[in-house]
């Protein structure tokens, strides 16, 4: 017997949720925003129109379908199915922190407050959620991948950054494919994709000039960036931007306490030390993005 598939909605707490959580009740809450110039009301009503997204959704929803629902605190330890329909309900980012558990599974962004989230990733209304419920059409985005010589792997749909856990001086040897190795010291580098091209990648772009294209985000196609690479008689600066396709970035660690981390999320991270060598390029997974 084949079992219907599970519509899997990934959420996150809201302001008004922490605020209550910290301060315990609404009039404290009112009275700690007030400190600082804001108002309750602003913050109820983001509250009502995610809890509003999440009831439409999850309304149009088949009924012999299996459903679930998991926080973004918790994704770590859901178990993805791989028949799941994967249905966020908030910003862009959440999509990002959902992408790396996945391997496969068709995702619905649903965008509960358009005017605040640009919806580059969250694409959708409320409204839409059931004709995507219906539809098979997804976009394969590329991902990223930095693996370690002791198996350690981790994924992201935007960058992995790699460098002092700190964002002190890094110091290691970088080798691009068909390049020269050359040891560096620096604050860190990134590796993105195309999705990556509108955030932290596109700044470091921007801010140097850079005469790269920007990949698409169906692109198999990587940028990388070095911060802040610091010339000295053991250190050099020839090797600070390229792109990555079918190649892969090596990285040999040369100072301790540095770490990989994909998508701003430092908290799952890789820890690296001395002599280790880390590899990053295009994952083999891709986000299947409705």
Known sequence: MTLAPRAVLVHRRTELDELLARHGTRGQAAFFLATRGRRLDEVEARHEASTAAIAAVMAVVPLDWRRGTVERDDLARFLFAPDDVVIVVGQDGLVANVAKYLDGQRV???????????????RHPPQAAADLLRSETTDARTMVEATTDDGQSLLALNEVYLGHASH??????????????????????IVATGTGGTGWCRSAWLERHSPLALPTPDERRLLWFVREAWPSPA???????????????????????????????????????WGQTVTIGCADRRLQLA
């Open 108 to 122: 619905i962004g649903i965008n509960p407050d358009p005017d605040r989230n640009p919806g580059v990733l969250v």
């Open 168 to 189: 002190q001086t890094s110091r290691y040897v970088l080798a691009p494919p068909d390049a020269t190795p050359e040891r560096q010291a620096s604050s860190g580098l």
């Open 235 to 273: 250190t050099g600066t020839a090797q600070t931007e390229g792109e990555l396709a079918d190649g892969r970035l090596t990285i040999t660690v040369e100072s301790d306490r540095l770490v990989a981390f994909g998508d701003g999320i430092e908290a799952d991270h890789l820890s690296l030390s």
